[in-house]
C-alpha cells in the first residue's frame, strides 16, 4: 500500500518576479484599530470593555484607599494609647502637675 518516492525530483521553474506581490494589502477600518467614523469612539464593544477596566480599577483603588483608612485609625488608636501612657507615667512622677 505504501508507495515509494523516486529519486528524480520533479521541480517547477517559476519566474524570479513571480515570488513577489504587486498587490497592495487593503485592511478593513477595524484592522488598523482606528475608531469607527461614525458612532463616537470606539464600538459598543470596545466602550464596554473600557467601562468594565475603568470599574475594576476604580474598586481596587477603593479597596486600597480602604486599608489605608483603616490602618491610618489603627495608627492613630496607637499613638493615643502611647500619649495616655506617658500621660499616666508622668502624672505618677510628682514635680510639676500636669
Not at 11 to 21: E, G, T
Not at 55 to 63: D, G, H, L, S, T
Amino acid at each position: 500500500m505504501l508507495r515509494t518516492i523516486g529519486t528524480k525530483a520533479t521541480a517547477v521553474r517559476l519566474p524570479l518576479r513571480a515570488a513577489f506581490s504587486t498587490t497592495a494589502r487593503t485592511m478593513t477600518e477595524g484592522a488598523t484599530g482606528s475608531p469607527p467614523k461614525t458612532g463616537g469612539p470606539g464600538d459598543a464593544f470596545q466602550r464596554r470593555e473600557r467601562a468594565n477596566e475603568d470599574y475594576a480599577i476604580r474598586q481596587r483603588e477603593k479597596e486600597k484607599l480602604m486599608e489605608l483608612k483603616n490602618k491610618l485609625a489603627e495608627q492613630q488608636q496607637h499613638l493615643k494609647r502611647l500619649s495616655d501612657h506617658i500621660d499616666e507615667i508622668t502624672r505618677d512622677q510628682g514635680g510639676e502637675k500636669n
